[in-house]
């Protein structure tokens, strides 16, 4: 007899981060967020803060780098105060990874993850023995190197020699560069197709792709089109005894709901449970928070 089909969560849930010593969410609104990342003050654009913010304009104006948004999402260019960072060295528990002021307004990682890094790490924890875990979209490799700390072998794949570079520099930084990963530049969708015909499985998958992107030898990703093929190939790769399976996404139009239905056609027949909702970052009063990005999980 199979097993049912994942139970499905009836409401939406909230994954919250609050701010960690290396950084901070310290005020938000009038359509940005001012953030601290280890030493530095940072102002960069958030449409989503539609309220007034709490500190005075002077608290603003003293940052350390804004970034300027041009027409194009995500496009603009920073703004500093005095010399250029390079990079700054920060830490998440075990981990330690460099920020980087990046071209497109983000910082080399995205802070509001660290609420999936403290499942991820529960998750593989609590797995026995040495769990696989698959890293799809990796970028700079927190989630890597944080199922790496907790005791995973892990497979990093992402279509960028940059960012695998940086991830194994972060790696390095860790003290992780010892560890069982294995670090793999090429489009995700090729590798993964690879993988399924080769009968190759994994304890545990992270999900994390792009609304659009390219991979190295010129592929097209395009989050609607290509996502329900990529979540069926992650569940035929799943081991009989995986443990999870995360999927996150930060396009407008998509919704946690339109993910664990995904994740529930794609999971048929496999038990366990999917939860779904928003990632969050908390403001450093704790009352308001910027909803930034969704995510479905599967869990046996």
Known sequence: MSAPAPAVADAPGVM????WDDYA????????KLE???PHRVVRPEPQCLWAPRLPAAAWDAADAVFDPADEEDAGRWRFAGPVPGTTPLAWRAVRFNARFTAFRHLAFFPEQAANWAWLDARVRAAPGQP?????FGYT???SLVCAAAGAAVTHVDASKKAVAWARENAALSGLDDRPVRWICEDARKYVQREARRGSRYDGII????????GPAGEVWRLFEDLPEMARLCAELLSEGAAFLVLNAYAARISGASLAGLLSEALAGRGGRIDWGELALVEEAGDRQIGLSFYARWSA
């Open 16 to 19: 919250r981060t609050p701010g």
């Open 25 to 32: 969410l310290i005020d938000s609104g009038g359509g940005r």
């Open 36 to 38: 601290r990342y280890g």
């Open 132 to 136: 696989r875990v698959l890293n799809l």
């Open 141 to 143: 490799g927190v989630a």
């Open 207 to 214: 999900l994390d792709p792009p609304k659009y992107g390219r």
